[in-house]
């Protein structure tokens, strides 16, 4: 009978052992929204400097999803990229002048540290295809009134097909590019160093003309973005390492920076000169200036 009980008391112990493991790894499985403050404190902490692992993580579908990772098929197909995915262009349906639909040089809006001061970074509207999902980039960072050049590697790592609706296999509701990226700033100005991280872009794929390409139809509603890098800034004379993280609209993993629900609203403790200029452009867009053209050169302090 003793020897019933320890097997019966061994078994229970098991059972409780594998009941545990499951329900830490669907803790941790969980997908939280990292762009919604009130959520993200719950599940992130703010003092972490890097979210590149987890970002990734959160683009990448899982089995409560139902998807199809396509990249494969894409380079079979010979298909091509739109420059748009890896550069700073941005689409514009009507300026002052009437005109609609057309690409303009522009600069993605950004954090950078403890204290998320604006960074802008452009990324030059040339992008160099040097092997199947790698793309080479050049372009500049800015913060305050510094400018610094940089080159850099975008590398795609999953195109992926995903469906809201599992009653609609026809009609997937929107494509996923997952990447990473390194961009390496000019040694020889001061300040500099080097951003890496985790990136991702929402496309669609033009079966017609065999290109992958941005998706412009998700612009204008709420919580919108797009294009997010999410990763670090490290310096190359002292090693210190900052959050970064930069893309279009709202930004993840910005915590109580953005308190906004609808649209991105700065808290106010984190209010300076740029980014009420932020506020500015945003509003009159009319106002932005094409800092990229200057001959500025500096460094991040």
């Not at 112990?13 to 009941?19: E, K, R």
């Not at 960072?141 to 599992?166: L, P």
């Amino acid at each position: 009978m003793k020897k019933w009980q320890k097997i019966i008391t061994k078994l229970a112990l098991m059972a409780f052992l594998m009941l545990s493991a499951f329900s830490v790894a669907t803790a941790q499985n969980k997908k939280y929204n990292p762009f919604y403050y009130p959520e993200l404190s719950k599940y992130a902490d703010p003092k972490q400097m890097d979210f590149s692992t987890e970002y990734k993580q959160w683009l990448t579908p899982d089995a409560s999803q139902t998807y199809k990772d396509i990249t494969n098929d894409i380079l079979r197909k010979g298909y091509d990229f739109e420059r748009t995915l890896f550069n700073s262009e941005q689409f514009i349906y009507e300026d002052m002048d009437g005109r609609v639909c057309y690409y303009k040089q522009s600069s993605f809006n950004g954090i950078l540290g403890d204290n998320y001061a604006r960074i802008e970074i452009y990324i030059n509207p040339q992008v160099e295809r040097t092997d199947t999902l790698t793309f080479k980039v050049t372009g500049k960072s800015k913060v305050k009134k510094n400018i610094c050049d940089f080159t850099g590697e975008i590398r795609v790592e999953h195109i992926y097909n995903i469906w809201e609706r599992a009653d609609d296999p026809d009609c997937p509701d929107y494509y996923l590019m997952v990447c990473n990226y390194i961009f390496k700033e000019d040694e020889t100005q001061y300040g500099t160093g080097f951003f890496n991280g985790t990136y991702g872009v929402y496309c669609h794929i033009d079966e017609d003309n065999k290109k992958v390409c941005l998706d412009i139809d998700l612009g204008g509603g709420d919580g919108y973005n797009q294009r997010n890098y999410v990763g670090t800034w490290q310096s190359y004379k002292t090693n210190a390492t900052k959050r970064c993280i930069w893309g279009e609209y709202r930004l993840p993993y910005t915590f109580d920076f953005d308190i906004g629900d609808g649209e991105m609203r700065i808290n106010p403790k984190y209010n300076s000169p740029e980014w009420e200029q932020w506020q500015s452009e945003f509003f009159n867009p009319e106002e932005k200036i094409s800092w990229w053209e200057d001959s500025l050169k500096g460094g991040k302090q």
